[in-house]
């Protein structure tokens, strides 16, 4: 069974259908990119997998739990589903270490000790040991992603899903956060990634979807969406951004 | 009387209604304070009820005057119902209601204020609302809404005079009763404005120092 498994999934704003019946499944430690031109709907997919978007129909199943269900206990199953924000969210009353601490603790996965133990070894992962009490305004955009996607893996998920993770940051602060996600996908983490990183989506990701007009217009291995894509209007946005 | 020689005599009985004005804006505003934020909650929950209630109580409040409220409740309420009650309870409801309804709309402006996207990293993180609301939405709104709270404290602790009118003896009552005595309005209104303008001060100053201590700034 596929990690993540969604079936005609629809989303309506109102009168405006964004997701027009999506397909996929997406198997344990794949990483896959999601790209495509901006109001497609890659964002509202995502944001569905953990029902942030509440989907108007169909079913999503992440470890075998049906996030759809009616009956389902969402505040559980989505201690699970790791999410990085393009704005990265960070709560900027709490401290960086607190921002780690605040939900492993209050769901009772840990007792303060060992929130702190995983915190400070989560902060080494990502390179911010030294910014344990510093607040986030204190911090640059990497930094501040960084310590999100460190908030996220607190909670042991075993999806991690990433918004747009570096449209917000300058330039010169990319690749920071790019070498983390690289990291953590070698150790084998489930990751769903939409982005505007070609460069990203072509090297690191397993597989590529192009999202166009609410549907997965074409997916494949990277090679073969950037290297001999199908559809023209993969071929027409391709142009566009490379 | 010479105005030292006034102030002197008075100030016992000036005294004896301030610490009145203090007791009544005191206890009004704790209670308006909890009323304020659970009639916000009302008005921001998805159950259409609790919303509807929340929006009769502000238009009632923002639409009748604090003296007609305090006379109704004193008067009416306890007429129509065959209780008694003292000027102070009736004065402790009636600021109460009042300064809750304005009080859930600030708190409401101040919730809403706190970035959506705070809400959505609390709860993809697994929190629950209740928990997303008490550890990170309400913090961040209390530091929004400080100065339009102390504002409202300011207001509520001024409007204590108008409970004179039911007989309750705080600081505007005492200065009419020492003006009946001594005809110096003048003086004495003078007096009871300083005591008045002292409070309030000192209140924003404290405001003011603890908005600083939890500023992000």
Same mark, same amino acid.
């Given at each position: 069974m596929a990690k993540i498994e969604v079936r005609e999934l629809h989303k309506y704003f109102g009168e405006n259908e964004v997701l027009r019946g999506i397909d996929c499944d +997406?198997?344990?430690?794949?990483?896959?990119?999601? +790209? !495509?031109?901006?109001?497609?709907?890659?964002?509202?997919f995502l944001r569905c997998i953990n029902c942030l978007e509440e989907p108007t129909s169909g079913s999503i199943t992440v470890s075998g739990h049906l996030m759809?269900?009616?009956?389902? #206990? +969402?505040?559980?199953l989505r201690e699970d589903i790791g999410m990085v924000f393009q704005q990265f969210n960070l709560f900027p009353n709490l401290t960086v270490m607190s921002n780690i601490t605040l939900a492993p603790v209050l769901t009772k996965k840990c007792t303060k000790e060992e929130a702190l133990d995983l915190g400070r070894r989560l902060l080494e992962r990502v390179g911010l040991s030294e910014k344990e009490n510093a607040y986030p305004r204190s911090l640059s955009?990497?930094?501040?992603?960084?310590v999100a996607i460190a908030r996220a893996l607190a909670m042991k998920p075993q999806v991690m899903l990433f918004d747009e993770p570096t449209s917000a940051l300058d330039p010169e602060m990319v690749g920071e956060v790019l070498d983390v996600m690289k990291k953590l996908a070698q150790e084998g983490m489930t990751m769903v990634v939409v982005t505007h990183e070609m460069g990203f989506a072509k090297t690191v990701a397993d597989r590529v979807f192009f999202i166009d007009e609410g549907? +997965?217009?074409?997916? !494949?291995?990277?090679?073969?969406?950037? !290297? #001999?894509?199908?559809?023209?209007?993969?071929?027409?946005?391709? #142009?566009?951004?490379? | 009387m010479g105005f030292f020689e006034l102030l002197q005599e008075s100030l016992p009985m000036l005294l004896q209604g301030l610490g009145l004005t203090l007791q009544l804006s005191a206890v009004s505003l704790a209670i308006a304070m909890v009323l304020g934020l659970l009639a916000s909650l009302m008005g921001m929950s998805k159950i259409k009820i609790l919303q509807v209630i929340n929006r009769v109580y502000v238009a009632i409040?923002?639409? %009748?005057?604090?003296l007609v409220q305090a006379f109704f409740i004193y008067f009416g309420v306890t007429g129509a119902l065959g209780i008694k009650m003292s000027a102070f309870t009736a004065g402790v409801i009636a600021l109460s209601?009042?300064?809750?309804?304005?009080?859930? /709309?600030?708190?409401?402006g101040g919730i809403q204020a706190v970035d959506p996207g705070q809400t959505e990293a609390a709860r993809s993180l697994g929190l629950t609302q209740a928990q997303t609301l008490r550890r990170v939405v309400i913090p961040q709104a209390i530091r929004i809404c400080i100065p339009?709270? *102390?504002?409202?404290?300011?207001? %509520?602790?001024?409007?204590?005079?108008?409970?004179?009118?039911?007989?309750?003896? /705080?600081? %505007?009552?005492?200065?009419q009763q020492i003006i009946a005595r %001594?005809?110096?309005?003048? /003086? *004495?209104?003078?007096?009871?404005?300083?005591?008045?303008?002292? *409070?309030?001060?000192?209140?924003?100053?404290?405001?003011?120092? *603890? /908005?600083?201590?939890?500023s992000l700034g």
């Open positions: +997406i198997e344990e430690g794949e990483l896959v990119c999601v +790209i !495509g031109p901006s109001g497609s709907g890659k964002s509202t759809t269900a009616a009956h389902a #206990n +969402i505040d559980k955009g990497g930094q501040k992603q960084r549907v +997965i217009a074409e997916e !494949g291995a990277p090679e073969q969406v950037f !290297g #001999n894509p199908k559809n023209p209007r993969t071929k027409n946005f391709l #142009n566009k951004v490379l | 409040i923002r639409g %009748t005057p604090l209601l009042n300064a809750g309804g304005y009080l859930s /709309e600030i708190f409401r339009s709270v *102390v504002n409202q404290w300011c207001i %509520t602790i001024k409007d204590t005079s108008i409970i004179c009118v039911i007989g309750l003896a /705080e600081l %505007t009552r005492m200065g %001594t005809y110096q309005s003048f /003086e *004495v209104w003078i007096i009871v404005g300083v005591m008045y303008f002292l *409070v309030i001060y000192l209140l924003t100053v404290l405001a003011r120092y *603890v /908005e600083k201590k939890v």
